[in-house]
C-alpha cells in the first residue's frame, strides 16, 4: 500500500471527532451500579488517550444518571481519557431515586466535538 495512503488514514483515525452510542446493557452487573436501575452501554470512541468530558442532561427530577465502570460511579457527568484503542465503555443508569418522580425519563449525553447521543427512556414503578 502507498505511504501516503496509509498516513492519511492513520491522521483521519487520529483527527476523527468523539463518537458516541448507546445500546442496552447485555454485559455483566458491576459491583458499583443500582440493581434498580435501567442500564444502557455507551461506547466511547475517539482519539487515543484523548481527554473526554461527558454530561448528561434532560434527566427528570428525582432521577439519577451515573456513568459506572467495574471501579466506580459518577453521578451526572464524568471525566476520563480514553486508552490507547481510541475505545471506553461505561454502563450507563438511569436512577429514579424518588416515588414521587415521574416514572419515565429519558436523557442525552453531550460530549467532546459537539457529540451527543439520546438515551432511549427508562420506566420505573
Same mark, same amino acid.
Not at 38 to 43: D, F, M, Q, S
Not at 52 to 76: D, E, I, N, Y
Given at each position: ?40 452501554? &455507551? ?14 442532561? =434532560?434527566?427528570?427530577? =428525582?432521577? &439519577? ?45 453531550? =460530549?467532546?466535538? =459537539? ?11
Amino acid at each position: 500500500m502507498n505511504v501516503w495512503i496509509v498516513a492519511t488514514i492513520v491522521l483521519l483515525a487520529l483527527a476523527s471527532p468523539t463518537r458516541l452510542s448507546i445500546q442496552p446493557w447485555t454485559g455483566s452487573e458491576f459491583q458499583t451500579t443500582s440493581s434498580a436501575a435501567a442500564k444502557y452501554r &455507551l461506547e466511547v470512541s475517539g482519539k487515543p488517550k484523548a481527554l473526554v468530558h461527558l454530561q448528561a442532561r =434532560g434527566v427528570a427530577s =428525582g432521577w &439519577l444518571a451515573a456513568f459506572c465502570t467495574p471501579k466506580f460511579c459518577s453521578p451526572q457527568r464524568v471525566e476520563t481519557s480514553l486508552p490507547s484503542s481510541g475505545q471506553a465503555v461505561f454502563q450507563f443508569e438511569l436512577i429514579r431515586e424518588s416515588s414521587s418522580a415521574p416514572k419515565e425519563t429519558g436523557a442525552t449525553i453531550d =460530549g467532546p466535538d =459537539g457529540a451527543s447521543v439520546s438515551v432511549p427512556f427508562a420506566h420505573r414503578e
